[in-house]
């Protein structure tokens, strides 16, 4: 199975970088997803890892460790409307299986 | 259509009625996908579709809950006697194939409360 741990709550100041990890355990890896959900609202794709590394996207990004298990989203120059929740998303490993299995997300809020 | 569309948006029904709940995935998407969301709760997994078949069923919670895709695209979320604890909001969701690296696109879901 699929263990994925977020923090629940954090909180950061408007203009600040605001670091969000995630780790997992699996007996597998497929590739790590993020999502933004806004309250009340579906969630959007983020970002996509299958290999260690940084993957930068305007202000997110995104970096894996497969060895470690490990995955973060950075969020620079934060805005408030980056307020969010930000779940952090793991594929099932099998080939040709695409379910992913989700974190319970962490709320992220700016404050001005 | 341009995104994914779930109907309705918001359910009312009585414990022990069925209800159906519809997906219509973005069109060329092959891979469509059922999860829930509890209040202040992470998306748990239902089921998920590769054109009309079903490999996995597992996150089924019981035998009460069953799911068709029809043509490889609409599908149908059906819960018969329904309970209070299958009050959620279902998500349907889409993806061009099983294993793309651009996730799920997101249908708006379905609020059923189970009164």
């Known amino acids: 199975g699929q263990n994925i741990d977020q923090p629940t709550e954090m909180t950061a100041t408007e203009g600040a970088i605001v670091q969000i990890n995630c780790t997992y355990q699996t007996s597998g890896f497929n590739g790590l997803f993020w999502y933004q959900q806004h309250a009340g609202e579906a969630p959007t794709f983020l970002s996509y890892n299958v290999l260690d590394g940084l993957e930068e996207k305007g202000r997110f990004s995104s970096f894996l460790s497969r060895s470690k298990g490990y995955s973060y989203l950075l969020l620079k120059e934060l805005q408030m409307k980056d307020s969010a929740s930000y779940l952090c998303a793991v594929r099932d490993p099998r080939t040709n299986a695409g379910k992913s299995t989700f974190g319970d997300g962490t709320t992220l809020t700016v404050k001005p | ?115």
């Open chain 2, 1 to 115: 259509g341009a995104g994914v569309s779930q109907s309705p948006s918001n359910k009312v029904t009585e414990k022990g009625k069925d209800v159906e709940l519809r997906c219509d995935p973005i069109s060329g998407h092959t891979a469509l996908y059922w999860y829930r969301q509890s209040l202040g709760q992470g998306l748990e997994f239902l089921i998920y579709f590769q054109g009309n078949s079903a490999p996995d069923k597992s996150g089924l919670p019981s035998d009460r809950f069953s799911a068709e895709r029809t043509g490889g695209s609409v599908s149908t979320l059906t819960i018969q006697r329904t309970q209070q604890e299958d009050s959620a909001v279902y998500l349907c969701a889409s993806s061009i194939e099983v294993r793309d690296s651009y996730g799920y696109t997101f249908g708006s879901g379905t609020r059923l409360t189970v009164v």
